[in-house]
């Protein structure tokens, strides 16, 4: 019998609804192919409903959330509401409440001429970031003193805990193992200014690594990463950093790969559920035109076939999204792509 599996969509806001129509579009056409079945069901969360209603999300929706395979949102990020409470209210309570501790980030360019950067081949951007994705200075602590004075203080604190710490070092050693490409897992933080933080992710780097010796380690400060990045991106395999740099780095690493179109990302519990998404916002400006890039819903898509199991549909549809990717689009970017969105994920599904 074939496996069935659940699925709660969160089309959200802006493009997301486009770029997720597409990703449902190959997700079906893929099923058939390799014969599992699933059902989805929708959620209305983002910035039109709570404009509607004030509601963000409850804990009734979080309970909800956790009964599913895996949820697959679009974006979150409205213009009329004011930048923190979709983000805080949404995407960061999913991430906190459903404890998804990982958010993975791929960084692989599949057309060199899509890489901003001078002659560098496909083998050489091809690396993994393991952003922690509960703690630090998302975790929200901090305070206002003498709020609105001249003498305004406001404290925002990064708060690691040995254990959150752990398991995300532990995570990154193992994805790094189970990737088995040059299996080297570089830390990035920034040992020589935040000296609490890093003293431990550093300590607890180097314990965890004794229990891998078969991965090389390596260390890099989070502002010499942006250079590397740039400069010599073949250099990593998987980097492991917190919750912040994490942000700030897969950026740049999406630009690298060639740009937000194609950049997906997923929000991992690895003994929960996860949540699986283009790491690119709403993007207003092109919401409803037809022109948004959907490959990063798409290859969320593909991630998320592969947290859940379906390890060869996961990868037919990479490989259907590099295909096409090298032999189709004119660009990765929204309304350069020489096709509209939904022919992007009609050429994908042709290419499965
Ligand atoms: C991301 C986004 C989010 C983050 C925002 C929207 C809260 O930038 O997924 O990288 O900072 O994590
Ligand atoms: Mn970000």
């Avoid at 890099?220 to 250079?227: E, K, P």
Wanted: aromatic fraction near 10%.
């Amino acid at each position: 019998m074939s496996k069935s599996y659940k699925i709660a969509v969160i089309p959200g806001d802006g493009t997301g609804p486009e770029v997720v129509n597409e990703g449902l579009k190959v997700l079906g056409a893929v099923s058939e192919k390799v014969g599992f079945k699933y059902e989805t069901k929708n959620y209305d969360f983002g910035g039109e409903r709570y404009l509607k209603t004030g509601k963000t999300l409850e804990d009734k929706d979080i309970q909800e959330m956790n009964q599913y395979s895996a949820i697959f949102l679009g974006a979150i990020g409205h213009p009329d509401v004011k930048p923190g409470i979709l983000e805080t209210g949404i995407l960061l309570k999913l991430r906190f409440s459903l404890d998804q501790y990982i958010n993975l980030r791929p960084v692989r360019l599949y057309n060199p001429a899509f890489c901003p950067l001078k002659d560098k081949k496909a083998e050489d951007v091809d690396f993994v970031v393991v952003r922690e994705n509960s703690e630090g200075l998302y975790k929200g602590m901090g305070e206002f003193q003498k709020k609105g004075t001249k003498d305004e203080v406001a404290i925002q604190i990064s708060y690691n805990t040995r254990k959150g710490v752990e398991r995300c070092i532990r995570y990154a050693f193992d994805f790094c193992r189970k990737r088995n490409r040059r299996k080297k897992l570089t830390l990035c933080g920034k040992t020589n200014v935040l000296t609490f933080a890093w003293d431990l992710w550093e300590r607890t780097f180097n314990e965890v690594a004794k229990e891998y010796p078969d991965i090389t380690t390596d260390y890099a400060h989070v502002d010499a990463t942006t250079m590397w990045f740039v400069k010599n991106p073949e250099w990593f395999d998987v980097i492991v950093t917190d919750n912040m740099f994490g942000d700030i780095i897969t950026d740049l690493g999406a630009m690298v790969q060639g740009g937000m179109g194609i950049a997906a990302g997923g929000n991992i519990n690895p003994v929960g559920v996860s949540m699986f998404e283009p790491i690119g916002g709403s993007a207003p400006k092109y919401t409803g035109k037809n022109v948004i890039n959907p490959l990063a819903a798409i290859c969320a898509v593909s991630m998320l076939l592969v947290e859940i199991g379906e390890e060869k549909a996961g990868k037919m549809v990479e490989d259907s999204v590099i295909k096409i990717t090298q032999t189709k689009l004119k660009s990765l970017a929204a309304g350069k792509m020489g096709y509209s969105t939904s022919e992007v994920g009609d050429l994908v599904v042709k290419n499965l």
